[in-house]
């Protein structure tokens, strides 16, 4: 986290009430994005494990909030500990926090700046659970969500944006997250899925997404979010950086989705709607460490290669026969590395700070603090996710019983079901197919089963 | 009498409703079903992944009718139903014993 206005040495930071109301949107908006991360995953998945999508993002809005409350804000922002870890009593329960103190050198109160990054580390585990769809226990998956945050997102975060964090002392540049949100989520989602395995029916059975227009509207409000998530980074708006990221996550995001487009109507035959959702969240993933050091046309390459390189990376997973559901690593990962590698060769120097970047003159300098952030979060999420899941594993179990898997785990994790298909009044306008007369059968059977 | 199954392409319900109803059939049953014949399904692509989709959406149409008036309505039915595509659908007819009004407890032809 960058720091947010330079003042003279005389000057004592004054609160502005501009930055304060300004940052408390972002947070909304931030707020705003677990639950269209909820509708993406939720539209991608079949219809028999939609509702478990959701809430396995929507939890991490209860449990991490709480955790934040309690100890998460103090690991990740308070005092340094060795470079590794922050800590401070006073901000152990928010407790010893003045209402008028000021974040350190910003000009927003120390609540706004907690309850904004609170966002973040509430999206970001909530990013994992793509990988994991239709097959995880939900008691599992909030124990690996709180086990998680504390042990991987909370000192990431200070690694990456805590005064004193190693990495950020060594100044890599990571406007929003690249690294500790996008790097982190898509390392940890690899981690856990080599831990628990594949879905019952990978690569054999038709998983296609039930509902494209859901995917479309979780993109829709992602892209709107991240506005806050990217510009809101910057901590205020006494500069124009904040500005800027947020022009170029909007060039970013465009340019990404014509470039997925592209490859997918060259090498598959068709413009999918899946496809520009998709190439909209490579985009901003990519632009997120960027933004703020790169010009417009610079965003264009970023959004363009991170949206071309994104649509061939979610294939990879059928040759190397990892399940990763819905392309968690092939587009959080992947873009994440894409946009944390590529300011190395496009930061100008000219925005955020003065790091110059390759193709500026630069030099490789910064490119190499770069690919440090980007091995070193990777490394260790995916070693300690897959250790965290392990442990999870073979305890208490981290996967639904077979059966349950297979006739749909919102009924055994939620005892609901996502859509009632059962068509009272009649009419032949539904865009479903009903089955033929003797599935009908069997579809009525089970509906029973639900009632009962 | 005789009942006639028409499975055919959903957008010609419109069509086949008007020929009968032209014709003087005062009621018909339709479901909507899937299936395939020669033409087979269709490619989905999700995200490079391609599924094929074997069964097509369909709609099933039941007619009761008179002996006498049923092969003429198989006529009719797969004139409405004809787009001369693959994938129009087939139309049969097989004799039924008993037929009875709910409401009057009319037998028969009466209570077609």
């Known amino acids: 986290m960058p720091p947010g206005i330079s003042t003279l040495a005389a000057d004592a930071p004054e609160l502005s009430a501009a930055n304060t109301g300004f940052m408390l949107i972002c947070s909304a908006l931030v707020m705003l994005m677990t639950p269209g991360l909820a509708f993406f995953y939720g539209g991608m998945v079949r219809v028999k494990s939609t509702l478990n999508m959701l809430m396995m993002s929507f939890i991490s809005l209860g449990i991490v909030t709480i955790l934040w409350v309690l100890y998460g804000f103090s690991m990740a922002f308070g005092t340094d500990i060795g470079s590794v870890v922050g800590w401070s009593a006073d901000y152990v329960g928010l407790s010893g926090i003045g209402v008028n103190e000021l974040w350190d050198p910003t000009t927003i109160p120390v609540f706004v700046f907690a309850v904004f990054q609170l966002m973040f580390a509430i999206i970001t585990p909530a990013l994992i659970s793509g990988a994991l769809a239709d097959r995880v226990k939900f008691t599992a998956w909030a124990l690996f969500i709180a086990l998680w945050v504390t042990v991987v997102y909370f000192p990431v975060a200070h690694w990456v944006w805590g005064s004193g964090g190693w990495l950020f002392e060594m100044g890599v540049i990571d406007f929003a997250g690249g690294t500790a949100v996008h790097i982190n989520a898509g390392a940890a989602a690899l981690g856990v899925i080599l831990v628990i395995g594949k879905r019952i029916g990978f690569k054999k059975d038709p998983m296609r997404p039930h509902s494209l227009p859901l995917v479309m509207l979780g993109a829709a409000l992602l892209w709107f979010g991240w506005f806050g998530f990217n510009a809101g980074s910057w901590l205020g708006n006494d500069d124009g950086v904040g500005a800027v990221m947020f022009v170029n996550t909007q060039v970013a995001t465009g340019a990404a989705v014509l470039a997925w487009l592209i490859y997918e109507k060259i090498r598959h035959g068709a413009f999918t709607t899946l496809g520009a959702a998709s190439g909209a969240v490579a985009g901003l993933v990519a632009i997120t460490p960027a933004g703020g050091s790169v010009s417009p046309l610079g965003a264009i390459a970023v959004g363009a290669i991170a949206g071309l390189v994104c649509a061939m990376a979610v294939g990879l997973k059928y040759r190397f026969g990892y399940d990763d559901s819905l392309d968690v690593v092939g587009v959080h990962l992947v873009g994440g590395v894409i946009g944390s590698l590529l300011v190395g060769f496009f930061a100008t120097g000219g925005v955020q700070s003065d790091a110059k970047g390759l193709f500026y003159g630069g030099g490789v300098d910064q490119l190499t603090k770069q690919a440090v952030g980007v091995v070193a979060v990777l490394a260790y999420s995916l070693v300690v996710s897959g250790l965290l899941a392990l442990v999870i594993h073979k305890t208490m179990g981290m996967r639904v019983d077979e059966d349950d898997e297979i006739s749909g785990i919102d009924q055994v994790e939620h005892a609901e079901t996502a859509y009632d298909f059962s068509g009272a009044g009649g009419g032949a306008s539904s865009r479903k197919a009903v089955p033929a007369p003797a599935e009908t059968a069997v579809a009525a059977a089970e509906s029973k089963k639900v009632d009962a | ?112």
Do not use: C, N
């Open chain 2, 1 to 112: 009498m005789k009942l006639i199954t028409a499975v055919v392409k959903p957008h010609r319900l419109d069509e086949i409703k008007e020929a009968l109803q032209a014709f003087g059939v005062h009621g018909l049953t339709v479901t909507e079903a899937s299936g395939y014949g020669r033409q087979r399904g269709h490619t989905e692509v999700y995200r490079g992944a391609e599924y094929t989709v074997d069964l097509v959406p369909k709609i099933r149409i039941e007619v009761l009718v008179e002996d006498e008036d049923a092969e003429q309505l198989v006529e009719v039915i797969v004139k409405a139903a004809r787009t001369g595509k693959i994938g129009d659908g087939k139309v049969w007819s097989v004799p039924v014993d008993t037929a009875v009004r709910v409401r009057t407890g009319e037998r028969g032809p009466d209570a077609l």
